[in-house]
C-alpha cells in the first residue's frame, strides 16, 4: 500500500517525500513484524526467511499504529530521519534521500512479505550490539509466477495518453521494447470527448483491454501525458466541478488576461487568449474548488489516488517558472490562488502509488505512480531522441519543430518556449504551415499526387505555403502574406512546390532555433501523417541538411511509458 509522508502524519523531516510501492497491506494479519519489534519501534536490519536474507539496514522504524512525528524513534539519531518507515498493516515510506538500491531492497522485502502464509511463526532473537533480528516465516512459501528469467517481477513500464479522440496505453519492458498497447475512442463510449467523466471511462476501458494482452501485474510503474492547457477544477471528493476548460478554448475575459500581462515577464507561455493560467483564475472561482489541475494530473489522480501533484510541462503554460522549479509569485499578484494549485515534480519523478481505481482494473497495489508529461513532450519522448541536438519534426496540421537542448530558450515574438526534461531542456515553436494547407489546396488527392513526385528536380518556386495572414514562426509577422504565386497550371508540378515551401519553412525554423542560441541539428525524426512520406522526406533532408532518422514510435502513450521506465530505475 502507498501512503503520502507527511508532516501531519510524520516527524517534520518526511515533508513532501515520496512514497516507495511495497506490498505490506497484510502485514499485521501475517505477523509479518512482530509484537515486540513493534513496541521497540526499530524495524531491525536483516530479515530472514527460508532460502533468502534481506538487509534492510539498521536505519528502519517501525511506528506505532497512529503515528505522529513524536512517536518515531530514528534510528540515525535525533538530527537523523529514519531511512525506512513500516506501518504495520498500511505499508512502508522510505525517505525522499534513500537510492534505487534501497527502494529495490524495500520492494524485495515486500514481495516476501506479501507471500509469508498466515499461519508462519515469527522470532526475535537478540543478534550482536542489540540490533533486533525480525525472522519472518517458518514454513513453505506459496509457489509464485515464474518466467522464462526466474520469478515473474514487475518490472513493466505503463503509459497513457489522454488524446483529443480518445485514450490510448502503451506498454514497455525494462529494456524499452514495446510489449503490448490498447485504445479505446470517445465515440465507442459514449460522452462528449471534453468531459472528464468521459477521459475516465475510455481510461478504465483502454486499461481493460490492455489486461487482456498483457499480464498487469507486471505493471512496476505508470504516467500519463495529457493535452498541454486543458484544465480541471475539482472539489473536496476530487470530482471535477463543472465542464473542463480545454487547451483551445480562448479567454473572453479581458480583465482576465489584463491581470496576467500587468505581471508576467515578456516571453512568458502563460500570456495570450488560450493561458492556461487564466483558466485557472476563471475555475477557481466556481463553488466548491479545491484544486485546479491540468488533464493528465487528474486521470493519474484517478488510478494512483493524488489528485494534487502535476508535472513541470503540464504547469509551464500555467505559469509555473522551469528554472526556479516553483510557483513563482507573479501568478499570485495575477490573482491565482496558490493552495488551490497542484504541487509541482520534474518529469518522470515518483509521486504516488496505485490507488482503488486501478487496482480494481488489474493494476498491483507496488505500481508507481510518475509524474506526466504533455502531449507532444510525450510525442518526443516515443520517438527515441535522446541526445543533445536531436530533433523531431511533427507534419501534422501544422508544422512543430521540437529540439533538445542543453540551455533553454524563451523568444516570445517567435513563439519559442522550453519545456525541461531533467537538466536539458525541450525547446521549440509552431509555424501555421502545415498539412491543413496541402488539404486545402489538393483534397483527396495526396496519395496520386505523392506517386509522381521528383525529389531530385526541384521546382525552384520558394513558396511560403500559409492557410491566411500572419505567421509566427520562424518568421514573426502578424500580417505575413501567404506566398503562392506564381502557381503553376499543372496540379503536378504546383503540388511539389508546395510541399517544398512546407521544407523550407521546417529549414528556417532549425536556423532560427540556432540562431536563438540552441546547440547544433544533430539528426531529425518525423511523426505526424506527413511524416511518412518517403519522397517528401528526401526533399525536406535535402532543404535541411542532417541526417533524418526513423522514429521509433509516434505514439504519445509510448513517450509515457519511457517517462514511467526513468521513474522505475530502467532508463
Known sequence: MWIKASGRQFADAFDDDIMVPVALEELRRRRGINASSRRSGYCGSIVCYPGHVIFPGPGGVAAPDAPTGASIRPAGGPDRPPALLVLPGRGMVLHRSTSLSADAMALCLADVVARIPGDSKTAAPEPRGGVRIDELGGGEIPPVARGSGGLVVNRLALGVDIGTSGVRAAVLDEAGDFVGSAATKFTSIGGHPSAPATWRRATEATLAALGREVDLARIGAFAVDGASGTMVAIGADDEPIGPARMYDQPCDDIAVLDRIAAVAPEGSPALGRTSALARVLTLQTRPGVWKVVHQADW?????????????????????????????????????????????????????????????????????????????????????????????????????????????????????????????????????????????????????????????????????????????????????????????????????????????????????????????????????????????????????????????????????????????????
Not at 502509488?353 to 519522448?381: E, H, N, Q, W, Y
Request: net charge positive.
Open 299 to 571: 486521470i493519474a489522480g484517478v488510478l494512483g489516488g493524488r489528485f494534487d501533484q502535476s508535472d513541470e510541462n503540464n504547469a509551464l503554460k500555467t505559469g509555473y517558472d522551469p528554472i526556479l522549479r516553483a510557483w513563482p509569485d507573479w501568478i499570485e499578484r495575477a490573482g491565482a490562488e496558490l493552495g488551490k494549485l497542484p504541487t509541482v515534480h520534474p518529469p518522470g519523478a515518483r509521486i504516488a502509488s496505485v490507488g482503488a481505481g486501478a487496482r480494481k482494473i488489474g493494476l498491483p497495489a507496488m505500481v508507481m505512480v510518475c509524474a506526466g508529461t504533455t502531449d507532444g513532450c510525450a510525442s518526443f519522448l516515443a520517438t527515441g531522441a535522446s541526445e543533445t541536438g536531436d530533433a523531431v519534426t511533427a507534419l501534422g496540421s501544422t508544422l512543430v519543430i521540437k529540439l533538445l537542448s542543453d540551455t533553454p530558450i524563451q523568444a516570445a515574438d517567435y513563439g519559442v518556449y522550453s519545456h525541461r526534461l531533467g537538466d536539458r531542456w525541450l525547446v521549440g515553436g509552431a509555424s501555421n504551415t502545415g498539412s491543413k494547407v496541402i488539404e486545402a489546396l489538393f483534397p483527396g488527392d495526396f496519395d496520386a499526387l505523392t506517386a509522381a513526385l521528383r525529389p531530385e528536380a526541384p521546382t525552384g518556386l520558394h513558396f511560403y505555403p500559409l492557410m491566411r495572414l500572419g505567421e509566427r514562426f520562424p518568421i514573426h509577422d502578424p500580417r505575413l502574406e501567404p506566398r503562392l504565386a506564381p502557381r503553376p497550371l499543372e496540379r503536378e508540378r504546383f503540388f511539389p512546390a508546395v510541399l517544398e515551401g512546407i521544407g523550407e519553412v521546417e529549414a528556417l525554423a532549425y536556423r532560427r532555433l540556432r540562431e536563438l542560441g540552441a546547440p547544433p541539428l544533430k539528426s531529425v525524426r518525423s511523426i505526424g501523417g506527413g511524416g511518412a512520406n518517403a519522397a517528401w522526406a528526401k526533399i525536406r533532408q535535402g532543404l535541411i541538411g542532417a541526417p533524418f532518422l526513423p522514429a521509433s514510435s509516434q505514439e504519445a502513450c509510448v513517450g509515457a511509458a519511457r517517462l514511467a521506465r526513468r521513474g522505475w530505475g530502467f532508463g
